[in-house]
């Protein structure tokens, strides 16, 4: 059980990941999105659409599955519920990465401050059963 507005990390054979229990705020802003959020280009900014699409399509809209490393960094993120100090506009817990290349909001989306080759984190497709959650990975 994951509280609401809470994350845990997991590791399936040898394949680190984040549960995120969303709270109605942080599915408000996976929905919404943010100014400050990181200019991708054209292949990342339209897999950033396909995601949301999934996410809005889903009958799940409080639980996201992330990868738990990013592109940049083998360091992995952590989930953070205060705001990191570079971050200016309002922050409903996020990721860092522990290497300091790469800083996340709640649905993986890189943010500007993040290293120039950061791109947003993996979702990952999931499915539930119940209370059973069904994770798959490529």
Known sequence: EIPVGEARAFEWQGKPFWIVHLNQEQMD???????????????????RKINLDRYLQSNTKEILVLS?????????????????????????????????????????????QSQADADDLKLIPYTMDGHRLRVYFN
């Open 68 to 112: 738990l490393v990013s592109n940049v960094s083998l360091c992995g993120v952590e989930f953070k519920k205060g705001a990191p100090s570079e971050i200016l506009e309002a922050w409903n817990s996020g990721f860092v990465d522990k290497c300091g290349k790469g800083i996340y909001d709640i649905a993986g989306r890189a943010y500007e």
């Open 29 to 47: 802003v996976v929905s919404r999105g943010h100014a400050s959020l990181k200019n991708l280009g054209t292949a990342q900014l339209e897999a």
